[in-house]
């Protein structure tokens, strides 16, 4: 049921992003009051992916959940030569073929 709700919060909220920098800083405050730190990266990754900003990713505390955001906003852009910073090689590459759109990307 919190799975749910969390998705739910997330669309609902990437349903109202905007791209000028002054919309994107409000949403990350928005992400900011969340008190889980879990809740707060999953957050920002979705404000970098609407966004489609890479810089966004920097915001992200678990470097785990920040290769993700890099990889989400890869995809969003169609960028595969994005996916380079992702450390981990199979990642790395399961990015580029979703970046390059020669599969949908997994959720």
């Known amino acids: ?26 949403n990350i405050k ?3 009051e969340k008190e889980d730190v879990r809740q707060r990266d999953i957050c920002v990754i979705g404000v970098a992916e ?15 959940y920040r290769e993700v955001c890099v990889g989400r906003v890869a995809v969003k852009k169609k960028d595969p030569a994005l996916c380079e910073k992702i450390g981990d090689e199979s990642v790395r590459a399961q990015c580029k073929v979703a970046a390059a759109g020669m599969v949908a990307p997994l959720r």
């Open 1 to 26: 049921m919190k799975c749910i709700l969390l998705i739910f919060s997330i669309v609902l909220l990437c349903g109202c992003m905007g791209a000028t920098s002054t919309e994107i800083l409000d």
């Open 50 to 64: 609407e966004a489609k900003d890479l810089n966004v990713c920097t915001k992200v505390g678990a470097p785990r």
């Open 30 to 32: 928005v992400c900011d």
